[in-house]
Antibody
Framework: QVQLVESGGGVVQPGRSLRLSCAAS????????MHWVRQAPGKGLEWVAF????????YYADSLRGRITISRDDSKNTLYLQMNSLRPEDTAVYYC?????????????WGLGTLVTVSS | DIVMTQSPDSLAVSLGERATMNCKSS????????????LAWYQQKPGQPPKLLIY???TRESGVPDRFSGSGSGTDFTLTISSLQAEDVAVYYC??????????FGQGTRVEIK
């Protein structure tokens, strides 16, 4: 069955860096574009970043561009999110999300998420 | 960016009754080349990640009960739960995937049991 398992979250001080990982299984990882979406405590959903299935390009939310990098390693079926210069407002659950491979770009499967807390 | 606005913010419905919620986009999400609305609905139960319910405004994802239905086109969309069950208590989000690479969500509608 499809699985997306995020890891790498935790408590980090403002200004520090963190790298999130997402291990994918149960599907052809290299056939899907992949996203990160975050959700601050008690708040709604915010799209963060996207990478094409072939890794040829990436896109970022304006609010985070310049501080984050999305990447993938198809040999390891793993998606990454490098986060730098973290701020308290980056505190959120970060979800790894699979995009539909049929031409649409809705999000057809979500991981359980990993919590990032930015606090001194 | 396309702004998605959902209404109401919350609603309380009796078990077995109909629940209806709305989503409005700040501009059309209808892709004219294929005449398909690029609009999805997600359900997020407490303590769980979101789950895809509907895409293309009205196509149910595999395994989604048929009491869930979506409608609308252009800028105005509706998600209806025809007969509310206890397990439907959740927050429901709409999302546009028309204006990529900037995917945007509505603020959510919380559904509770009256």
């Amino acid at each position: 069955q499809v699985q997306l398992v995020e890891s790498g979250g935790g408590v980090v001080q403002p200004g520090r860096s963190l790298r999130l990982s997402c291990a994918a299984s149960g599907f052809s990882f290299s056939s899907h574009g992949m996203h990160w979406v975050r959700q601050a405590p008690g708040k709604g959903l915010e799209w963060v970043a996207f990478i094409w299935s072939d890794g040829s390009d990436e896109y970022y939310a304006d609010s985070l561009r310049g501080r984050i990098t999305i990447s993938r390693d198809d040999s390891k079926n793993t998606l990454y999110l490098q986060m730098n210069s973290l701020r308290p407002e980056d505190t959120a659950v970060y979800y790894c999300v699979r995009e539909d491979s049929g031409g649409y770009s809705y999000f057809d499967f979500w991981g359980l998420g990993t919590l990032v807390t930015v606090s001194s | 960016d396309i702004v998605m606005t959902q209404s109401p913010d919350s609603l309380a419905v009796s078990l077995g009754e109909r629940a209806t919620m709305n989503c409005k986009s700040s501009q059309t999400v209808l892709y004219t080349s294929n005449n398909k609305p690029y609009l999805a609905w997600y359900q997020q139960k407490p303590g769980q990640p979101p789950k895809l319910l509907i895409y293309g405004a009205s196509t149910r994802e595999s395994g989604v009960p048929d009491r869930f239905s979506g409608s609308g086109s252009g800028t105005d969309f509706t998600l209806t739960i025809s007969s509310l069950q206890a397990e439907d208590v959740a927050v429901y989000y709409c999302q546009q995937f028309y204006s990529t690479p900037s995917w945007t969500f509505g603020q959510g509608t919380r559904v509770e049991i009256k």
